[in-house]
């Protein structure tokens, strides 16, 4: 089993920043890829940017791909999400997904955290 554990959401103004972590623990081994996912109220779950684990692959979603960067510490077996010029539509409750397979589906993912709440104020 892997446990992970969502940090560092809140309420930001718009054009603001914040810094995601997720902390892994339990059998970190079994994992290749990491993601994180929104979602919004009366939305689907959808996929922000996820990361392979040598970090050397990374995909994005369009609509925050010049906004938003993913990264991850191996050592530590931590990934960030470091989130800039944040609008009002980037607030939903954001997920840390993990598993062995590269995807943009939730189903695509074994390991899911909690999620952590991100609101952007106008």
């Known amino acids: 089993q892997v446990h992970l554990v969502e940090s560092g959401g809140g309420l930001v103004q718009a054009g603001g920043s914040l810094r995601l972590s997720c902390a892994a623990s339990g059998r970190t081994s079994s994992i290749y890829f990491m993601a994180w996912f929104r979602q919004a109220p009366g939305k689907e779950r959808e996929f922000v940017q996820g990361?392979?684990?040598?970090?050397?692959?990374?995909h994005s979603a369009p609509s925050v791909k010049d906004r938003f960067t993913i990264s991850r510490d191996n050592v530590n077996n931590t990934v960030y999400l470091q989130m800039s010029s944040l609008k009002p539509d980037d607030t939903a409750v954001y997920y840390c997904?993990?598993?062995?397979?590269?995807?943009?589906?939730?189903?695509?993912?074994?390991?899911w955290g909690q999620g952590t709440q991100v609101t952007v104020s106008s």
């Open positions: 997904a993990a598993g062995p397979l590269l995807g943009d589906k939730p189903a695509e993912y074994d390991y």
């Open positions: 990361i392979s684990k040598s970090g050397g692959t990374r």
